[in-house]
């Protein structure tokens, strides 16, 4: 007997093209995603060792970051002029490029300070507004400003738009022999991301429904124009 030669219902064939479509955003996605809790894409979850509290993230220079506008209820971003202000789990600069030489010109209380000394906060230095390439002086300066505040690189992380700024960073270290440990380094698009936003709570209906029309054979939804002008002579 032969095989039915008919085609699939049309919702088994939506969800086979959804299915499709789905695991190449993601897999296009997972190559700058960045989860401020779980760390890069695919990244293990939080360790055993800490509570599920939400992440207190202080801006410490009061610049726009990743963390800015983010709608996540595992973290709680302050201001450093904020009055009362949890002890942060981690703190974001965003003049990264234009770090003091003294950290202490910041004017982070020296609280902040110890706390990132003693690994128990983290460092952000965060540039997902830029994409500045890597430069044997340009990273030489973060290392210099942790070295001078007291902050074990490995306690850091980069956040860049420059896609290749990790290998030719760690690259860079490996050719010139460099002992100690490197900061991580994460791609992050905060331009891409704020465009992105406003499909955040129902992109995936939007998306689902002009599929299922497309694949019925229907047309897009075109805007409407208003009359047309002509000249008259």
Known sequence: MEASSEPAPLDQRVAQIAARAERKAELKAASFRWDPVRGRAGAPAIGPGRDQRPLDVLAGDGGKSVFTGLRDDRMRLHRLDQAAAPAPDLVVLTRAHQLPQDPRALGLPDEVWRRLASGVAKLALD????????????????????????????????????????DDYLAHRRAQGLAGAPFEVVVYDRFIQSLCAAAHDDGEAIFRRRLQAWAAGGRWPRRRRGPQRTATG
């Open 127 to 166: 540039i997902s507004g830029e994409g500045i390439v890597h430069s044997e002086s340009y990273s030489a300066g973060f290392h210099r400003f942790m070295q001078s505040a007291g902050i074990d690189p490995a306690n850091c992380v980069y956040i860049t738009q420059d896609r290749a700024f990790r």
